[in-house]
């Protein structure tokens, strides 16, 4: 994409991030210390939500549909295998020496014999798959989550985990350095987010049925689920949510 096209996009999606803004400023929403900026969030979550519907959430199913199950855990573990660079750095950072080696022992293992992280052979080995990115790094080191903030298009986040799109997103992905064509990394990066939008359908219905404000409750899951991680807990463990999506 050309500079002028960035340029004109940058400008439209302002545009339009205002006016949406704008129009909501009005609206009174239950006062919530964790959400100070709920009416600019409640807006964003409106606006990502009607990109999902029309845009995600089809190539979602119809990626679901044609894809046999073994492409779509391929595909799973193509991704999770480059993950592992972040998570290796971030434990290192955090100073879990050993569990950034196993990630390192992870990344060798599968991006060879399990050839270039298609198949996953190193959690038969022992070496377990670990969750830590930067915003998890900045917590451990007593940094507070700060405000929740929806970001367009990249969703649900704080102040402190924001950094992570940038950080684990772009500095510590291994496809930032792959030198491939533009049209090529937009592939890559489409069909990354339409795998995890798919590993998400099954998840949608059951929060439709147990919530009445899906803002609220993608939220509190969110909160809760980023300070188990922080504190090296189970997300959603030892909570009425965590039960009730595990009986599912």
Known sequence: MSKKWESKL????FACITMMVGGC???QYVANERDPWQGFNRTMY?????????????????????APDFVETGVCNFFD????VSVAVNNLLQG?????????????VNSTIGILGLFDVASPMGLTKHDEDFGQTLGVWGMDSGPYIMWPIFGPSTLRDSPSLVV???LLNPLTYVEIKTGERI?????DVVSVRAELLSLE???DEISTDRYTFIREAYLDRREFLVSDGSPLEDTDLYDELDDE
Do not use: H, M, Q
């Not at 295998?81 to 592992?84: C, K, S, T, Y």
């Not at 879990?96 to 060798?108: E, H, M, P, Q, T």
């Open 81 to 84: 295998n480059l993950d592992d």
């Open 96 to 108: 879990k020496v050993s569990n950034s080696f196993s990630d390192i022992g992870r990344l060798v």
């Open 25 to 27: 400023a009005s609206t």
């Open 10 to 13: 940058f400008v439209v999606l």
């Open 205 to 207: 219905e059951t929060v």
């Open 168 to 170: 684990d997103k772009v």
């Open 187 to 191: 592939a890559v990066v489409a069909l």
């Open 46 to 66: 409106g606006f990502n939500d009607g990109l999902d519907r029309a845009l995600l959430k089809p190539a979602a199913k119809g990626y679901k549909a044609i």
